[in-house]
């Protein structure tokens, strides 16, 4: 029997500060019928001050899955983590997690593939597991991008939120558990859709060619909402493709939760009835690498995730990247 690289704990991590669509109407020209009607978004939870963002919020959620695994910190192979908002342009995310759960054995290091970062990270520690390269991993999803949006651009602020989830992943043997099937895809022409343009080598802060570029987070709403609508159902017709699976062989549907609307249009594609379809985007927005973990954490705390269930999660973000993975629980 292979070895397959099996999910034995998770955690999550939240910041407690709210900020609802009420709130928004006070900052930006909007509405909650807008927000609500476009978005399924009612409210998120939003970082507040220096002291929370990526790193704490990874931290966070990486202690709850480490002691819910019970395994020592000493034992971890790898720490990867999926984000985008890293505290540091470098050094990374995954090495502070590392230091701080005192993983003196690891090798640690980011990916960066936005809203599909947990899907990313998830597939290269599973892969690492399966070839023997390491026997654990703890896989984390996390962003802060409140940190990174322009509070005056009401097409862009209303939409995200802050959170993290964690996974601790070991080598098993006989079993029918674990990662069954990832699809990975990319399509880099349209990074302009969704992108920061300073900060980077190519307009570094306070250089002269960042000049008149945006330190923010930029959007064509409606290119990335066709991208999406399009990108989330292929992904997950080529996983269960993969897999030899159907629709009717998945328990529950963990999508990336940016916006209801999309997430619909996948669930309709896939002829999957919406009590297996998880939600939460009306409580936290879109979370970015936070969101599938996050939404991993919450269906098995809500008793609708149980060992031995058939998961398929799928995500899209800006790269443009966008993947599945079929996971048995
Ligand atoms: O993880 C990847 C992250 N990104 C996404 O998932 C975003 C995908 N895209 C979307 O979810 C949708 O495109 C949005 C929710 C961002 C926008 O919805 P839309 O139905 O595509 O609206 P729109 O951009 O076509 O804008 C329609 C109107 C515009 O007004 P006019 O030009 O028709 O007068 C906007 O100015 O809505 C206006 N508008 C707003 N009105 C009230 C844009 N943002 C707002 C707002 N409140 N917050």
């Not at 880099?188 to 802060?205: E, L, N, T």
């Not at 609508?229 to 699976?245: F, H, P, R, S, T």
């Not at 939760?257 to 594609?269: F, G, S, Y």
């Not at 985007?281 to 995730?305: D, F, M, Q």
């Amino acid at each position: 029997m292979s070895r397959k690289a099996v999910i034995q704990s998770i955690g999550h991590a939240l910041p407690s500060k709210l900020l609802t669509n009420t709130d928004l109407e006070k900052i930006v020209a909007t509405s909650d019928d807008w927000i609500v009607q476009r978005t399924g978004i009612k409210e998120r939870r939003i970082c507040d001050g220096p002291n929370e963002g990526t790193g704490w919020l990874a931290v966070g959620a990486a202690t709850e899955a480490m002691e819910r695994s019970g395994m020592d910190p000493n034992d971890l192979g790898l720490v990867l983590c999926g984000t985008v908002s890293g505290d540091y342009i470098w050094p990374s995310t995954a090495c502070m997690v590392q230091d701080k759960i005192g993983a003196h054995n690891a090798g640690a290091f980011d990916v960066s593939a936005a809203c599909a970062g947990f899907i990313y990270a998830l597939s290269n520690a599973a892969a690492m597991i399966e070839s023997g390269q390491v026997d654990s991993a703890l896989v984390i999803g996390v962003d802060s991008l409140t940190k990174q949006v322009d509070w005056t651009d009401r097409s862009t602020c209303i939409l995200f939120g802050d959170g993290a989830g964690a996974v601790v992943v070991k080598a098993e043997e006989n079993t029918d558990r674990g990662l069954l099937g990832t699809v990975l895809k990319s399509d880099g022409s349209g990074g302009k859709f969704i992108c920061i343009d300073v900060g980077g080598s190519r307009y570094p802060w306070g250089s002269p060619q960042a000049e008149g570029k945006k330190a923010h987070i930029t959007m064509m709403g409606s290119e990335v909402y066709r991208f999406a609508i399009q990108a989330m159902g292929d992904a997950c017709c080529k996983v269960l493709e993969k897999v030899g699976m159907s629709s009717d062989d998945i328990d529950l549907f963990v999508p990336h939760q940016a916006n209801l609307r999309i997430i619909e249009a996948a669930a309709k594609r896939l002829s999957l009835p919406h009590d297996k379809v998880f939600l939460n985007v009306h409580k936290y927005g879109n979370t970015s690498g936070g969101s599938i973990p996050l939404g991993l954490y919450e269906a098995e705390a809500e008793g609708r995730l149980k060992k031995g269930m058939t998961v398929m999660t799928v995500g899209f973000g800006a790269g443009l990247v966008w993947g599945a993975n079929i996971i048995r629980w």
